[in-house]
């Protein structure tokens, strides 16, 4: 690595220190029963499921994490509506153990470009399913359905103003 990868690296690490502690600030406690994460490592495929996201669920706030651990951390800072994470992030922390950890009361899709039986590990890490890269429009309808949904539950709840 030459100096200006080096200088670009510990830009991109400061960054995201400043990101990280920023969403903490914002979250910490926050109700966050609207807030959808993705968190790939592919962020070109991250920001096209947030669009998609954005555009069919209205008052839903996505957020794209493209750092697992910065995910992990996020992810405990509330209580989220949905994550989407990508079953391998080329990391120590994979979308399962995301999903393993998410609270119950958050539901969690796993995004994949690799066969895997999704049957058995959906059973087994209660998620409510498992989306192939890349996204069919049935997958692409039940994660916006899924989301809307969550989002009605809390409109709901919420008293009228």
Request: glycine share 6%; aromatic share 2%.
């Amino acid at each position: 690595m030459n100096t200006t990868d080096n200088g670009r690296a510990i830009r991109r690490d400061l960054d995201l220190q400043r990101a990280l502690a920023d969403l903490a600030a914002r979250t910490r406690g926050a109700d966050l029963r609207n807030h959808v994460m993705i968190v790939d490592d592919d962020e070109l495929v991250a920001e096209g499921l947030r669009e998609i996201i954005m555009d069919n669920c209205p008052g839903a706030a996505v957020v794209v994490m493209t750092n697992p651990d910065a995910a992990m951390r996020a992810l405990h800072s509330g209580e989220w509506a949905v994550v989407v994470a990508d079953i391998s992030l080329g990391h120590a922390i994979n979308g399962g153990k995301i999903a393993e950890l998410a609270p119950r009361t958050t539901d969690v899709f796993l995004f994949t470009g690799h066969d895997v039986d999704t049957a058995e590990s959906e059973r087994a890490l209660r998620l409510q399913g498992t989306i192939r890269k890349p996204v069919s429009e049935a997958d692409e309808r039940r994660l916006i359905e899924c989301i809307n949904a969550r989002l009605e539950r809390r409109s709901s709840l919420v008293p009228a103003a």
